[in-house]
């Protein structure tokens, strides 16, 4: 995380409070808060009923969007400056009109599954969670709102500075309950299950103890004999948006052993490190922090769910899509330059200082990765796309066309404005000009991208036949 002067203040301020708290729990003993729906967790049965399980195979057959066009969306993390730029990908998504199996529709009503990770997972939810109405109300809820002021405001209020001295409630739920009062209006994993339609929604935290993804999935759930469908939008966003020291780990409880599921290898082997959840014993607490440590591109999941499947044709089968034609992979990086003015000073760094470099450099080198690991990805699946189609695979009919288009801050044309669109800082709170610009370069470079231009043409032209 970035922190100009502004922001160091902020952090500063927020240390100041967490002191008094020290001081006043030692004076007045500690709060026993517990977040209600930690409680619900650990005394959940361990599967809910089948209409309220969020299983992208369960909404496929319910949606109204069309099979053979699978659109998958991945946003990385970045605080508002990731989220501006991936509602800028979407609102250019919602301007590519195609007339496609008889119906006129865009490329933003085709989305199948939007993943996301700390920023960008807040943009993901609310797509999921309001569909359309993200062009109303997100902007002025969230994008150009104080949010971050309005978080302070809450650490320091004297009601919730007692109960974070609860050692079981922490600044991430003081952030939870911001998210669910601004935008998610206690709306659960089971309230889009019982909708059933479309996007299918991921978003991604990172287990503090693993250094692992960890998927805000049923399937992952399963793995602890919990239920998804009782948990909050917000706390998952919370979650993955929990940046160490500034924001405190999310406890989930394991009960792993203690349900009649499947033995979790057969759940869900693909699950990073998901033997490390079977023993309940040494693990009855899973505490996550930042999903963009662990992956912050958000294309983990999907990368490990059709090696799983054992490629892109099983996957495809197993999701529950049908008569696939085109598969589109759309991710969204926000990633921030590294900051490199530390190195022009032979002071030394401050904490906050230290702070930033480090985040940024592991983001920056989490975000390589995930890159490479993509492109290695979908050269193969290209190959495997193709063998499928001659082999005459059942739903992989025709011939599958795949498109991966990678949006990225990197990418925008202007030298010096993609400089400054790099420089804006990670936080939840930005100038409103900065948010105009990141807008506007999400649709810019999605627009001008050669992938998405080829994809554009091939609508077209598939239609026309």
Known sequence: ???????????????????????????????????????????????????????????????????????ILSFSGGGTRAAAFAYGVLTELKRAPLFWNGARTTLFDEVDVVAGVSGGSVAAAYFAAFGDEIFKSFEPAFLKSDFQGGLLSSVRNPANAYRLSSPWFGRSHLLAERLDETLFRGITYGDLAVRGTRPFLLVTATDLTQGTSFEFSQGQFDL?????????????????????????????????????????????????????????????????IDGGLSDNLAVRGIIDAIAHAGGVAGALETSGLQSIRKLVIVSVNAEQGLNTVLDRSDKVPSVAEVLDAIASATLAQRSSESREILARGAARWRKELRAAARAGSSTLDLSVDLYVIEISLRDHPEPKLRGELMA?????????????????????????????????????????R
């Open 224 to 288: 602890l004999c919990s239920r998804l469908d009782r948990m909050q939008l917000a706390l998952a966003v919370a979650a993955s948006s929990a940046v160490p020291v500034v924001m405190s780990p999310v406890t989930l409880a394991n009960k792993a052993g203690k349900c009649a599921a499947p033995p979790a290898p057969a759940v869900n082997p693909r699950l990073a490190a998901a033997d490390a959840y079977l023993d309940s014993e040494q693990r009855p607490f899973i505490h996550l």
């Open 1 to 71: 995380m970035k922190y100009d002067s502004q922001e160091q203040r902020s952090l500063r301020t927020l240390l100041k409070w967490l002191g008094a708290l020290v001081l006043a729990a030692a004076l007045a003993g500690c709060a026993t808060t517990r977040p209600p729906l930690a409680e619900s967790l650990r005394q959940a049965p361990a599967i809910g009923p089948v209409g309220t399980e969020y299983r992208l195979d369960r909404l496929a057959s319910q949606s109204g969007n069309s099979d053979s066009l699978a659109v």
């Open 424 to 464: 804006i800082p990670t936080s939840f709170s930005l100038p409103t000009e900065d948010v105009d610009k990141l807008i506007a370069a999400g649709g810019k470079i999605l627009r001008e991208s050669a992938e998405f231009v080829r994809l554009r043409k091939d609508l077209a032209i598939d239609e026309a």
